[in-house]
T-cell receptor, first 119, second 111 residues
Framework: GAVVSQHPSWVICKSGTSVKIECRSLDFQATTMFWYRQFPKQSLMLMATSNEGSKATYEQGVEKDKFLINHASLTLSTLTVTSAHPEDSSFYIC???????????????FGPGTRLLVL | KQEVTQIPAALSVPEGENLVLNCSFTDSAIYNLQWFRQDPGKGLTSLLLIQSSQREQTSGRLNASLDKSSGRSTLYIAASQPGDSATYLCAVLSNTGKLIFGQGTTLQVKP
């Protein structure tokens, strides 16, 4: 099956620093990538949607200047949490949508997630 | 605005029981509905995907149904095992192209 990877899998940083999370579709080209955030014992909340080569579309309430998304290629998207604070500590999950495995219909695949802890 | 609700929030059953997890959504204009499994601290594993034109999908001991007109889906797990313990998430693909998730049902299957 299609694989989406995230790096790093976990990160601990000091308050005020910036953290970059990479999301890669390993065996297919992703027309669209999504970034989700999940707080403990809560569901996934969509943060933004990005298409290769264009600006990301952010959900209401998500600060675009704080969560910078770059979708540089059809296989790579990055999320940068700028000037991170303890309240940004969360589980960040990326997802990539595309045609994979010979399927005729686009399917959305999820990465394993990145746990961010801001001290 | 599409909203997805899952009931119950948590469920604990003895091994071997059959169980049903419920999912409801407010807007019936969906492309598909998907059930995921999430283990603690891990990402999502897709279990079953039901297209809007379908009524159900089966995979092993899992069976998912979809009643689009009433905005409901159920995930049936037969002969539950301790390894089934996880959080189960229901998500609908809305006509905006976004996956909207429910809050999840945390299942514990006791040996």
């Amino acid at each position: 099956g299609a694989v989406v990877s995230q790096h790093p899998s976990w990160v601990i940083c000091k308050s005020g620093t910036s953290v970059k999370i990479e999301c890669r579709s390993l065996d297919f080209q992703a027309t669209t990538m999504f970034w989700y955030r999940q707080f403990p014992k809560q569901s996934l909340m969509l943060m933004a949607t990005s298409n290769e080569g264009s600006k990301a579309t952010y959900e209401q309430g998500v600060e675009k200047d704080k969560f910078l998304i770059n979708h540089a290629s059809l296989t790579l998207s990055t999320l940068t949490v700028t000037s991170a604070h303890p309240e940004d500590s969360s589980f960040y999950i990326c997802s990539a949508r595309g045609l994979a495995g010979g399927l005729r219909q686009e399917t959305q695949y999820f990465g394993p997630g990145t746990r961010l802890l801001v001290l | 605005k599409q909203e997805v609700t899952q009931i119950p929030a948590a469920l604990s059953v003895p091994e071997g029981e059959n169980l049903v997890l419920n999912c409801s959504f407010t807007d019936s204009a969906i492309y598909n509905l998907q059930w995921f499994r999430q283990d603690p601290g891990k990402g999502l594993t897709s279990l079953l995907l039901i297209q809007s034109s379908q009524r159900e999908q089966t995979s092993g001991r899992l069976n998912a149904s979809l009643d689009k007109s009433s905005g409901r889906s159920t995930l049936y797990i037969a002969a539950s095992q301790p390894g089934d313990s996880a959080t189960y998430l229901c998500a609908v693909l809305s006509n905006t192209g976004k996956l909207i998730f429910g809050q999840g049902t945390t299942l514990q299957v006791k040996p």
